[in-house]
């Protein structure tokens, strides 16, 4: 080894300490925030879950929860989610109250996102009002099913061993997973990050590791097992891989400017930026999503007579299992 070689060395002796002091202090900071987004998201669902009944409004419902969600100190993921019956996910308030109220024989999920500086949780439940004999162990189904994903959480493990598991459990309670929607990896300021963790077991999955963050999301149907886009959309997000692109609109040109501040790569409200600037809105975000600046995140439905439920819990993945954040 010559002096040069040495000296290269001698360096990267040097540096060693400094790099795992930092990725320490990574660590510390990450599991620190995963863990206060995780408690506050319990605080929120027990807050909530009392003020979902029959004659609630959605609105009241879904501004209340992100409300809480920031008294206790955190920042919504994305917009509060209340799908009802056949609506899978994806349904938050619009701009305008559009009335939707929940009314006798409805099942109801509320799906939330906490984030402490870009560390996210994702957790969802389901409230029935509806006892028809069919639908008795809808929620059940979707419950068991999460209880015995979680049990299996482990490093080394390929998530499609857990789609297996999911899809006998929710058939086996006569129900159908959905097959577009399942849980996934969750990465800092990415809802849905790169690994799934699917409904089906005839889906690709994704090998787990320690230190990876999922949430565990579960569907049962009593439709076809299949969601489609419907023509409400009130959720966006940034295009990660759209460039530079010219705007005429000023309104255009601010709403982008304080999306990329505010939210960088998380989904947002429409009604979020409403409450920003009085006007443009509308007009701004047409804009940007026909110079393809934001993605569309639109309603998805079973077929109309369909029942859906959902749970979801996130979890961490240790060394020998899971620590449970939600």
């Known amino acids: 080894m010559n002096e040069k070689e040495k000296q290269n060395s001698k360096n990267e002796t040097k ?44 609105l009241e419902i879904i501004t209340d929860a992100e409300k809480k969600i920031k008294e206790l100190g955190g920042f919504c993921a994305f917009p509060v989610n209340l799908s009802i019956n056949n609506i899978a996910a994806h349904y938050t308030s619009p701009i305008k ?44 189904a979707t419950e068991t099913a999460l209880e015995a994903a979680k049990m299996m959480i482990k490093p080394g493990v390929n998530t499609r061993e857990i789609g297996k598991k999911i899809e006998s459990i929710i058939k086996g309670f006569n129900f159908r997973p959905i097959k577009e929607l399942g849980g996934h990896q969750i990465e800092r300021w990415l809802v849905h990050g790169t690994k799934k963790l699917p409904e089906l077991g005839s889906q690709g999955g994704d090998e787990i590791e320690q230190g990876d963050v999922f949430a565990i999301e579960i569907f049962s149907s009593t439709g076809t097992g299949s969601v489609h886009s419907t023509n409400s959309c009130h959720i966006y997000s940034l295009n990660p891989f759209a460039g530079r692109v010219p705007l005429r609109r000023k309104s255009s040109k601010k709403i982008l400017g304080f999306i990329n501040k505010t939210y960088r790569s998380l989904p947002f409200a429409e009604r979020w930026l409403a409450d920003e600037f009085q006007i443009g809105v509308a007009f701004g975000l047409q804009e940007l999503i026909r110079q393809g600046k934001i993605e569309t995140h639109y309603v ?24 449970q954040l939600t």
């Open 15 to 58: 540096k060693k300490p400094e790099q795992m002091n930092e990725k320490s202090d990574e660590e510390e900071k990450k599991l620190e925030s995963l863990r206060k987004a995780g408690d506050i998201a319990k605080k929120v669902k027990k807050y909530i879950k009392p003020k979902i009944k029959v004659g609630s409004m959605a």
């Open 97 to 140: 109250d559009d009335g939707l109220k929940i009314k006798e024989n409805d099942i109801v999920k509320l799906d939330l996102g906490v984030h402490i500086d870009g560390y996210i949780v994702d957790t969802a439940f389901t409230i029935k009002f509806n006892e028809k004999e069919e639908l008795e162990n809808i929620i059940t």
């Open 300 to 323: 998805l439905s079973e077929e109309s007579n369909a029942y859906v439920a959902q749970s979801e819990q996130t979890v961490l993945v240790t060394e020998n299992g899971y620590e």
